[in-house]
């Protein structure tokens, strides 16, 4: 089981950032054994693919809309997974969900994630 925790969002003007957070409390595996990744949902829309990374933190995937703009970091000595998002766009406004997988390999596909968090609001103003 995995229970996580987003924090870190909010309403910034276009071309700022923010660095969302996720806290992880796990039982049975340890963090570092799960893929994380990062979703968002924008109102009437899908849940859609962010960015992932992998249990070490040494390979990473990120959607195309957001290469270079956002970063995917992890830090297994906290259980806390973070997204740098740089340069944001009135488009990224969503709610963003982090999620764990127990699959090998990096995945995009929210069926592939079997926890979820609550999510938390993203803003740009134009």
């Known amino acids: 089981q995995v229970h996580l925790v987003e924090s870190g969002g909010g309403l910034v003007q276009a071309g700022g950032s923010l660095r969302l957070s996720c806290a992880a409390s796990t039982s049975g595996r340890t963090f570092s054994m799960y893929v994380m990744g990062w979703f968002r949902q924008a109102p009437g829309k899908e849940r859609d693919f962010v960015a992932a990374?992998?249990?070490?933190?040494?390979?990473?995937d990120y959607a195309d809309s957001v290469e270079g703009r956002f970063t995917i970091s992890r830090d297994n000595a906290k259980n806390t997974v973070y997204l740098q998002m740089n340069s944001l766009k009135p488009a990224d406004t969503a709610v963003y969900y982090c999620?764990?997988?127990?699959?090998?390999?990096?995945?995009?596909?929210?069926?592939?994630?079997?926890?979820w968090g609550q999510g938390t609001q993203v803003t740009v103003s134009s």
């Open positions: 999620a764990a997988s127990s699959s090998l390999g990096l995945r995009t596909s929210t069926l592939q994630y079997t926890y």
């Open positions: 990374i992998n249990w070490s933190g040494s390979s990473t």
